[in-house]
């Protein structure tokens, strides 16, 4: 078999991966799986489910980010999928073109899980919802429309961005700027549009969108170009991450954070609250967020039924050393 060649292992192991074998250790079915996603090996199904039934299996779908959110969204998963006593077929993949994203979730469906669980840009998921028909589907990113049975759990990503903005101007900033993440991500999106809305809500100049990659240097990059405006007073970044390179520029250019410019994150990385100058930003739960979502899969799973559900977990806004009224205009 061309799957065991490819992963180094034997035709049992993969059979035994296909199957669901909870003995299988992660590393060994992460491989196995990485080999059938690229060669696109396709089971025999229905010919197996006739035989086992339930497989008490549950697969994950990771793609395309390290970052601290998505990242801890998976590991909080695999750890509640492992507290219910279920085995996972795990694949990670850093590539979100639809191709590889359908034969991912076509590989998982092949080997009979009981359900899937995906934290995925938004955009990867325009493929046709036959590749999963009824299957419970968690997402914890956003909505994709991909299952008949899909559950949303998401932190109310509106509601965190509305709650950094306003924070901004209400300590008397004429504006926020925003330093959005990659718009294929929903999160990145829902925090953009919340931001705009609150500007125009608050009858506030809404500046031009500036567009980062979750990464500290695209807020450092970024940063360094708004340093260079006087203007600036207020920035909302939709991640920590991106915030923590906005910071550092800030220093480098000599504005003072909170004197001259205030700054906000979104996340609450651990760090965050360590920083020279400890961050505000928006804190999400994401260790309950992802259980509270594997629950609802598990439910959905041992209770078959017609289901669209969507939670909004909420989130807080944390007021730290980064913010402040801003200077006396000259």
């Known amino acids: 078999m061309d799957v065991a060649r490819a992963a180094g292992v034997s035709q049992k192991t993969v059979s035994r991966v296909i199957n669901g074998d909870p003995h299988v250790s992660n590393e060994v079915r992460e491989r196995v799986n990485g080999a059938i996603v690229a060669l696109g090996y396709r089971p025999n199904r229905a010919a ?14 990771s793609v395309g980010s390290t970052d601290f959110g998505p990242s801890s969204l998976m590991v909080a998963a695999e750890s509640a999928i492992r507290s219910a006593r279920y085995a996972m077929s795990v694949i990670n993949t850093f590539e979100d073109e639809l191709e590889t994203i359908t034969r991912s979730l076509r590989a998982l469906v ?50 965190g961005a509305r709650s950094a903005t306003e924070h901004l101007l209400g300590l008397g900033h004429r504006t ?19 931001w705009r809305s609150s500007l125009q809500a608050a009858g506030a100049p809404e500046p031009a969108v500036e567009r980062g990659d979750w990464t500290a240097r695209s807020g450092y990059e970024l ?10 007073t207020a920035v909302f970044a939709a991640n920590d991450q991106m915030a923590i390179g906005l910071l550092r520029a800030f220093e480098e250019a000599g504005r003072d954070v909170p004197g001259d410019v205030s700054v906000v994150g979104f996340d609450d990385v651990p760090e965050a609250a360590y920083l020279s100058r400890a961050l505000t ?19 959905a799973i041992e209770n078959p039924r017609p289901q669209d559900r969507r939670e909004n977990v909420p989130v807080e806004l944390v007021i730290r050393e980064t913010t402040a009224a801003p200077p006396p205009r000259r």
Request: no cysteine; net charge negative; glycine share 12%.
């Open 176 to 194: 926020v700027h925003h330093i959005a993440g990659p718009l294929s991500w929903w999160s990145a999106r829902l925090r953009l549009e919340s």
């Open 48 to 61: 197996r489910n006739l035989v086992l039934g339930r497989s008490h299996t549950i697969g994950v779908l």
């Open 281 to 299: 930003t928006v804190r999400q739960d994401l260790a309950y967020l992802a259980t509270f979502g594997v629950g609802m899969l598990i439910d």
């Open 110 to 159: 092949d080997q009979g899980v009981d359900g899937i669980v995906v934290n995925e840009p938004a955009g990867a998921f325009a493929l046709d919802a036959g590749v999963l028909g009824d299957l419970p589907v968690l997402s914890l990113s956003g909505s994709y429309g991909i299952s008949t049975s899909e559950i949303v759990v998401d932190a109310d990503q509106v509601s």
């Open 223 to 232: 940063g360094a170009r708004l340093a260079a405006d006087p203007d600036v």
